[in-house]
């Protein structure tokens, strides 16, 4: 089955850890991203990457890093640096400017 | 950047009840979705429509991309049909990242 998959599905974090998020799709898609969401608000976009080894920031990137190695590939480290990391967390992937399609999420709680 | 606005921000309906909602933008787009995110969380692509009409069943929208704006038509609602609609909105150049609007809450009651 072709698609995205997010794993875990829920993360706990104590405070001062870096957790990373794994995302990873088999639909041969040239670019990824990630999203923010928060309880009640729209998706923000946290970074987004067009070719492999290459990503640039979104619009809420401080506290966040990325790597793009491998095309199939898009992992998304919350930093220590980030003072508000709950939230619900969201990855994509499109050809281009055509339809993104989503994972099921990552939710992460800071204890 | 660009700026995107749905209403309303809530709708309750009657099962069977017909709904429109609205998505306005602020500038040319190379690229509209509408997505309903189900009660968990998962964002299931309802059309890719950045001009022009198209149909799914129940469901159709309709994008009049030279006055910015987009509609998603809800006919014959049903209870699953409730959760959150979302617009987003990619305006072009040389990135692809998507703009979302705030969301329309639907709760359809039995």
């Known amino acids: 089955d072709g698609g995205i998959t997010q794993s875990p599905k829920y993360l706990f974090r104590k405070e001062g850890q870096n957790v990373t998020l794994s995302c990873e799709q088999n639909l041969n898609h040239d670019a990824m991203y990630w999203y923010r969401q928060d309880p009640g608000q729209g998706l923000r976009l946290i970074y987004y990457s067009q070719i492999v080894n290459d990503f640039q920031k979104g619009d809420i990137a401080e506290g966040y890093s990325v790597s793009r190695e491998k095309k199939e590939s898009f992992p998304l480290t919350v930093t220590s640096a980030q003072k508000n990391p709950t939230a619900f967390y969201l990855c994509a992937s499109s050809i281009g400017h055509d339809t993104q399609y989503f994972g099921p999420g990552t939710r992460l709680t800071v204890l | 950047g660009i700026q995107v606005e749905q209403s309303p921000p809530d709708l309750i309906l009657q099962e069977g009840a017909n709904s429109t909602l609205r998505c306005n933008f602020s500038d040319s787009v190379n690229n509209l979705q509408w997505f309903h995110q189900n009660p968990w969380g998962q964002l299931i692509n309802l059309f890719y429509?950045?001009?022009g009409t198209k149909q799914n069943g129940r469901l159709s929208a309709t994008t009049v991309a030279t006055e910015r704006y987009s509609l998603l038509y809800i006919s014959s609602s049903q209870t699953t049909d409730s959760g959150v609609y979302f617009c987003a909105v990619d305006s072009g150049g040389s990135n692809y990242k998507l703009t979302f609007g705030k969301g329309t809450l639907l709760t359809v009651n039995p």
């Open positions: 429509i950045p001009s």
